[in-house]
């Protein structure tokens, strides 16, 4: 099965009027917790994104917390490596907190669900430099940005998918009048 089939069959694309995490509004949410509920979904996108990096000498994998807490800790497990979770810290910062070490030198994989303008990831990876890390691969579930973003690391989706999103002030879904949907839990 493939990883939209993954998706799609669990019930994780959604359709209507949807605020993103980014601010954005969006025709298209892929909630990957529906996709996460099962087990063995899970197992093989974490599994895709641990053979990509797998000779890339990845010592640590780290991810945003909630979903990242999922992802970073599956796929170090199929790595054989630890696992660490970045927390919130401010509106736009993330921290590691709870013990989780960072040794100067060390490479981590930067590990999170769905990539639209990449400011989770980068706000991992600035956490990450903070403790002379460095950030040696991005992984994610899906990819559905609308321009490539440089993380100054090499980036593997399971899933690039096309899903335009709008600014609030330019939303055609605004404009209809669709009522707009705040999924999740950010």
């Not at 509920?37 to 974490?46: G, R, S, T």
Request: with cysteine; proline share 5%; aromatic share 8%.
């Amino acid at each position: 099965m493939n990883t939209e089939e993954m998706f799609r069959k669990s019930g994780a694309i959604l359709e209507g009027h949807f605020l993103l995490t980014s601010g954005r509004h969006s025709p298209v949410y892929w909630e990957k917790f529906r996709v996460m509920q099962y087990p063995e979904y899970a197992q093989q996108l974490c599994e895709m994104i641990a053979n990509h990096f797998r000779k890339q000498s990845i010592q640590l994998v780290a991810g945003p917390t909630t979903a990242g807490i999922i992802l970073a800790f599956e796929v170090a497990r199929q790595m054989g490596i630890r696992a660490i979770y970045a927390e919130k810290a401010g509106e736009k910062t993330f921290t590691f907190r709870r013990g989780a070490a960072i040794n100067p030198g060390d490479r981590v994989l930067v590990v999170d669900d769905v990539l639209t303008t990449g400011g989770s990831i980068k706000e991992v990876i600035s956490a990450i430099k903070e403790r002379n890390g460095i950030a040696a691969g991005v992984g994610v579930l899906v990819e559905r940005s609308e321009q490539t973003i440089d993380f100054s690391a090499p980036l593997f989706a399971c899933h690039h998918a096309v899903a335009v999103s709008y600014s609030p002030d330019k939303c055609p879904l605004c404009d209809a009048k669709i009522p707009l949907v705040k999924p999740g839990g950010g």
